[in-house]
């Protein structure tokens, strides 16, 4: 089974045909988009993975704050969604959805500057905690990143939030999977005005969904970087049979 989580930059806009002809290239059963947004863009996205299997939607779009960025889920395989409460559902940064054999949630960590990312984090960080004897993946933009591997500017502090946060997911039982087989490794898959690389997408899974993943990516897509078809790399990840 193959899981694509992707950042496609501010609800895709004029690139919405090369999002989706890009997401084709990948085959994925299940994509996780962030930045989606009620747009024609979201639309033509949405349309377009339809016609590519990928029938079984859902999105966190609020009907009423319709201009934020949302997320946007699509599947070849039926599968339901958990409710939550508090700050997980009221942000529409984050889904879970569960599957016959293993369950995904799809994440979309906010900023420093909104003020509420200790909180964000702190309630994954829970739900992993209560979770980690599911078979579960978890993946998105986060955000975050473990200080001294996965910035060049030093932003990601030891003691910091986004620190305190790695710690927590690894206390839970979850690994990021990425990390896990390449320790000392650095790939950053967003970079800054300034130049800076980081790596702020992770996909991270469960003790039970852990010997089952095999293979994971990160993916600028046809063209590399260069192509601009967002300004984040995407995750590929490949699970087997439980």
């Keep these: ?18 999002i989706v002809e ?8 299940i994509i996780g988009l962030s930045e ?28 009423v704050d319709r201009g934020r960025n949302f997320l946007f889920l699509a599947s070849r395989i039926a599968f339901e969604t958990r409710e939550y409460n508090g700050i997980l559902a009221r942000t529409g940064r984050w889904l879970h959805a569960v599957f016959p054999d293993i369950e995904a949630m799809l994440m979309h960590v ?19 905690a209560a979770n980690r004897s599911s078979r579960a993946v978890a993946f998105g933009d986060t955000n975050s990143g473990v200080p001294g591997m996965d910035d060049e500017s030093g932003f990601f502090a030891p003691g ?6 790695f710690r ?23 970079y800054s005005t ?21 293979d994971v990516r990160y993916d600028w897509g046809h063209g590399g970087r260069e192509a601009k078809l967002s300004d984040h790399a ?9």
């Design 194 to 214: 300034k130049g800076n690389g980081f790596r702020l997408d992770q996909a991270f899974a469960s003790p039970v969904a852990l010997s089952s993943v095999k």
């Design 22 to 29: 890009q997401i084709a290239k990948w085959n994925p059963d």
């Design 168 to 190: 927590a997911v690894a206390n839970a039982g979850w690994r990021d999977v990425w990390r896990d087989r390449n320790p000392a490794g650095r790939e950053y898959t967003w």
């Design 110 to 128: 906010p900023n420093r500057d909104m003020g509420n990312k200790g909180q964000f984090l702190d309630s994954i960080a829970e739900v992993f």
């Design 1 to 18: 089974m193959r899981f694509v989580s992707w950042n496609i930059q501010q609800g895709g806009g004029s690139r919405a045909t090369r």
């Design 36 to 63: 989606f947004q009620d747009s024609s863009a979201g639309d033509h996205i949405a349309n377009g993975l339809r016609d590519l299997g990928l029938g079984h939607q859902v999105t966190t779009v609020d009907a």
């Design 234 to 242: 995407a995750i590929v990840l490949d699970v087997g049979d439980a």
């Design 160 to 165: 910091c939030v986004e620190d305190h946060w």
